[in-house]
Nanobody, 120 residues
Framework: QVQLVESGGGLVQAGGSLRLSCAAS????????MGWFRRAPGKEREFVSG????????YYADSVKGRFTISRDNNKNTVYLQMNSLKPEDTAVYYC?????????????WGQGTQVTVSS
């Protein structure tokens, strides 16, 4: 399995921006679909965004569409999540994931998570 390490979380005011990064170990990063999930207190895990192996196809949850942008750099073994126009309801622990399909159940390697807190 691939090892994943997220960074970039923090505290930001509503309307602000953050960029999450997820660095992957191993030589096969380009063979994985990559995704970002989040879990807010008291809520189920949500599949926020995903990107295919080449970066040419992306998925966004309706809750973040138009505000978040996922991208990947296969030369740097890194996937990013640019989060703009943040809202208090975006507050959650964000997890990077790697897998074999774009569906939520297709992800089987997980990072440790990074906290994002959006103040009103």
């Amino acid at each position: 399995q691939v090892q994943l390490v997220e960074s970039g979380g923090g505290l930001v005011q509503a309307g602000g921006s953050l960029r999450l990064s997820c660095a992957a170990s191993g030589r096969t990063f380009g063979s994985y679909y990559m995704g970002w999930f989040r879990r807010a207190p008291g809520k189920e895990r949500e599949f926020v965004s995903g990107v295919d192996r080449s970066g040419g196809f992306t998925y966004y949850a309706d809750s973040v569409k138009g505000r978040f942008t996922i991208s990947r750099d296969n030369n740097k073994n890194t996937v990013y999540l640019q989060m703009n126009s943040l809202k208090p309801e975006d507050t959650a622990v964000y997890y990077c994931a790697a897998g074999w399909t774009m569906t939520p159940l297709g992800f089987d390697s997980w990072g440790q998570g990074t906290q994002v807190t959006v103040s009103s």
